[in-house]
């Protein structure tokens, strides 16, 4: 799929599911936030649902955790425009709570048919909720963080979310880190096997105990 076909199917995908009603946060939301970026951008961030700030704007992280994003992307040589952002769920939950399971199991769809058209070569998962949908697993963000997997012809590596080390500064040098580690993957023009089906078969890409890794799960 060219550039051009990628831009007109994620239109496309927006004008078909942006009022959606599968779910009550329908009643609740102000906007529906599909993500931004960049149709085929090689780089996609995925956190868990829009915020407040979100859901008046309509676009993924605009509040203070969003300009941190923007910062950490400025520091490995990327824009905004060039990545594409999106949640798990497209409506902020009321009050900021947590996805629930029946919403992430309505929502994901939409998620799963933007990741087919962008079709990244990296997916950064912010978070437990995000990362525990593309991993199909339960494990929590602190015991996956940092390491890189192969899943379904994507590299896939859970970091934590921007407002994270926004409450907690002493994860904003592992964040960075993180980012590095994303510009490294680019860089190094990593391929992805297409021997590697579901989380079965997960496999760690870093030098990290291949024994210890497949024992997460």
């Known amino acids: 799929m060219d550039k051009q076909d990628k831009r007109e199917k994620l239109k496309e995908l927006y ?126 963000i602190t015991g996956l963080r940092g390491k890189v997997f192969r899943i379904d012809n994507h590299i896939i590596m859970p970091i934590n979310h921007p407002a994270a080390a926004l409450y907690m500064p002493s994860k904003m040098e592992i964040l960075k880190q993180d980012f590095q580690k994303i510009k490294k993957l680019l860089d190094s023009g990593s391929e992805v096997s297409d021997s590697q089906k579901g989380i079965s078969s997960l496999e760690p890409e870093d030098n990290q105990d291949k024994d210890e890794q497949l024992g997460l799960f």
């Open 15 to 140: 004008l078909e599911i942006r009022d959606c009603q599968m779910c009550g946060l329908c009643k609740s939301r102000t906007k529906f936030v599909f993500g931004s970026g960049s149709a085929y951008a090689e780089v996609m961030f995925v956190g868990e649902a829009p915020g407040k700030n979100e859901d008046l704007q309509g676009l993924p992280f605009v509040g203070q955790a969003g300009k941190l994003l923007d910062e950490l992307l400025g520091s490995i040589g990327f824009d905004r425009s060039e990545v594409f952002i999106a949640n798990v769920l497209k409506c902020r939950p009321p009050g900021n709570r947590d996805p629930q399971v029946e919403e992430i199991n309505i929502c994901k769809d939409h998620l799963m048919e933007q990741i087919k058209v962008i079709d990244p070569k990296i997916i950064c998962t912010l978070g437990k909720f995000s990362t525990q949908l593309l991993l199909n697993t339960d494990k929590g």
